[in-house]
Nanobody, 123 residues
Framework: QARLVESGGGLVELGGSLTLSCAAS????????MGWFRQAPGKEREFVAV???????YYADSVKGRFTISSDNGRTTVYLQMNSLKPEDTAVYYC?????????????????WGQGTQVTVSS
């Protein structure tokens, strides 16, 4: 049974940093794209960042230059380093994987999801 478990969320001040982790288990994800989405209260879940099966990364415009996605060599953990955080980054952050493996991920096409971790940025 595939499983994704996020950790590392919390409360941080404006301009601060957090690193989220997502531990993947239950199967091999070597050919999967691994990514992060977020959902703020009252809003739809939105794409944040993805790392394709061959290590290419893509970011939403709203986080480009501030967030960095990475994974370990075995693709058992994917990270999201978040710097220069803003109040508008406040959301529940979800890890997801997509068997297509490409650098694009859509909410409706992900195969597995984590349970989410809350990130709150105070001003």
């Amino acid at each position: 049974q595939a499983r994704l478990v996020e950790s590392g969320g919390g409360l941080v001040e404006l301009g601060g940093s957090l690193t989220l982790s997502c531990a993947a288990s239950g199967r091999s994800f070597n050919r999967y794209a691994m990514g992060w989405f977020r959902q703020a209260p009252g809003k739809e879940r939105e794409f944040v960042a993805v790392i394709s099966w061959n290590g290419v990364t893509y970011y939403a415009d709203s986080v480009k230059g501030r967030f960095t996605i990475s994974s370990d060599n075995g693709r058992t953990t994917v990270y999201l380093q978040m710097n220069s955080l803003k109040p508008e980054d406040t959301a529940v952050y979800y890890c997801a994987v997509d068997r297509r493996g490409s650098g694009t991920m859509y909410v409706g096409e992900c195969d597995y999801w984590g349970q989410g971790t809350q990130v709150t940025v105070s001003s």
